[in-house]
């Protein structure tokens, strides 16, 4: 079994979906996860956790997971797939840290969840699609976090050299690092390193290393008045040249277009 990474640049999914067994992969983005028949095994890292008709879970960005299904009949979840971006101020929470157990059973799942999972649709895009969107986020984060018991992402202990890289970059992304530097830092060597990006992650260093940085400056560029430029520092490009070629690459758009298009949405 390998590790699947994705990088999520459609800021919203939400979607019905037969629960069936997929492989452990890594996604970039917020992933919520309600049951609404059967049941399903949700695994985090080295964990599997049980989910029945009812409960909901939280995958946060960045962290390993998988799903297994051994329930026989019909088992179904709604998925929601969110930029982190979306959430706001909350977006360190994500980024820092992680739920002990993802999972909150049908008894305590609040209201304004079960009604956002299965009632509201994402609709066409258009400027007030994409605050809704938000503030959508917002809510079920803000209804389900009370319930978790929060661990910090970036310091745990793990022997897992997968999970170590995946949480050494996202400590550490703003700062000048490089897969040679990494590889010192974490006792492996640097054909290691590039071996879990190119076999596990199916990309390689640098390209990860700037998804994760763009997914910072575009929240700074939404929530900050910081400029472009200090942005992209601040996420820690070095250049202005390799922070356009990247943005460009992901958003199929100019730094300048993306922050003039938010510009143009608030406006109307």
């Known amino acids: 079994m390998f590790t699947e990474y994705k990088n999520n640049t459609e800021e919203f999914q939400l979607y019905r979906k037969k629960s069936v067994h997929q492989p452990p992969r890594i996604l970039s983005a917020l992933e919520c996860i309600y049951v609404t028949e059967g049941t399903l095994e949700l695994g985090i890292q080295q964990e599997l956790y049980h989910m029945e008709a009812g409960d909901f879970a939280m995958v946060f960005p960045d962290m390993i997971h998988h799903e297994q299904v051994f329930t026989p009949g019909r088992n179904y979840a709604i998925h929601l797939v969110a930029n982190p971006a979306l959430s706001g101020l909350l977006l360190p929470t994500l980024q820092q840290s992680r739920p002990e157990n993802p999972v909150i059973k049908s008894e305590n799942v609040h209201p304004d969840i079960v009604y956002g999972m299965t009632k509201i649709t994402p609709g066409e895009p258009n400027a007030y699609t994409d605050i809704a969107r938000q503030a959508y986020v917002q809510i079920v984060l803000a209804r389900a976090l009370p319930y978790y018991t929060m661990i910090d ?31 010192e830092d ?15 992650f199916h990309t390689n260093f640098n390209r990860y290393l700037n998804h994760t940085r763009l997914r ?53």
């Open 153 to 183: 992402k970036t310091g745990s202990e793990s022997n897992d050299i997968i999970d170590r890289v995946v949480e050494y970059i996202a400590r550490h992304f703003t700062e000048n690092i490089t897969l040679t530097s990494m590889a």
């Open 216 to 268: 910072h400056v575009v929240h700074l560029l939404k929530y900050t008045n910081q400029t472009i430029t200090e942005a992209y520092m601040n996420a820690g490009f070095e250049s202005q040249r390799t922070f356009n070629r990247a943005f460009l690459d992901v958003y199929r758009m100019s730094p300048r277009e993306y922050r003039n298009q938010l510009r143009a949405e608030l406006d109307n």
């Open 186 to 200: 974490l006792y492996v060597s640097p054909y290691t390193l590039s071996r879990i990006f190119s076999g596990t």
